[in-house]
T-cell receptor, first 114, second 113 residues
Framework: DVKVTQSSRYLVKRTGEKVFLECVQD?????MFWYRQDPGLGLRLIYF???????EKGDIPEGYSVSREKKERFSLILESASTNQTSMYLC?????????????FGPGTRLLVL | AQTVTQSQPEMSVQEAETVTLSCTYD???????LFWYKQPPSRQMILVIR??????QNATENRFSVNFQKAAKSFSLKISDSQLGDAAMYFC??????????FGKGTRLHILP
């Protein structure tokens, strides 16, 4: 069974803290993605990765960085958390099989920055 | 730039009835893929149905079917015999090759018992 897990379901951090969100997939997928989901804005792509140690900026990369040291793990880093980064963060993975590939999502991490 | 528009932020349907969720997209590509994803409350987002643009036949998955109008750039989702478990946020999405997926803003569907 396909599985994408995220390290935390809920997280509360203070402004200025460095925050790590971890995502792990067990499907040997090449592609991994980080989105943030906000009411009325849908899903917006932050970063994605096609392979280990590779990363590409999405639509809203400012204030974020990522790390992919192993194929199964894709980390999102908030270098200095701010209140406008309070959001739901979704990780996804997909195989490298062209546009028809299904994205498999994790359960999400709801982050509150105080 | 490619965009995906879901014009209905929220919809309601009576249990056992049929409902159609709208989606339009903008692209200059001829070969692409369209998806509907479902996000139930507090649960993971899952794929409902997928359509390849080069296929004229509309995709169907049990009670879920699409009406794909390529010329009109329209991709609506029809849910037949609505069930309480269909209550969710539904996202329309578009993708070209291995490029990123572009999501619409979502339609929240309520099922009335």
């Amino acid at each position: 069974d396909v599985k994408v897990t995220q390290s935390s379901r809920y997280l509360v951090k203070r402004t200025g803290e460095k925050v790590f969100l971890e995502c792990v997939q067990d499907m040997d997928h090449e592609n991994m993605f980080w989105y943030r989901q906000d009411p009325g804005l849908g899903l917006r792509l932050i970063y994605f990765s096609y392979d280990v140690k590779m990363k590409e900026k999405g639509d809203i990369p400012e204030g974020y960085s990522v790390s992919r040291e192993k194929k199964e793990r894709f980390s999102l880093i908030l270098e200095s958390a701010s209140t406008n980064q309070t959001s739901m963060y979704l990780c996804a993975s997909s195989p490298l099989m062209g546009g028809r590939a299904t994205q498999y999502f994790g359960p999400g991490t709801r982050l509150l920055v105080l | 730039a490619q965009t995906v528009t879901q014009s209905q932020p929220e919809m309601s349907v009576q249990e056992a009835e049929t409902v159609t969720l709208s989606c339009t997209y903008d692209t200059s590509e001829s070969d692409y893929y369209l998806f509907w994803y479902k996000q139930p409350p507090s649960r993971q987002m899952i794929l409902v149905i997928r359509q390849e643009a080069y296929k004229q036949q509309n995709a169907t998955e049990n009670r879920f079917s699409v009406n794909f109008q390529k010329a009109a750039k329209s991709f609506s989702l029809k849910i037949s015999d609505s069930q309480l478990g269909d209550a969710a946020m539904y996202f329309c999405a578009y993708r070209v090759a291995d490029d990123k997926i572009i999501f619409g803003k979502g339609t929240r569907l309520h099922i009335l018992p």
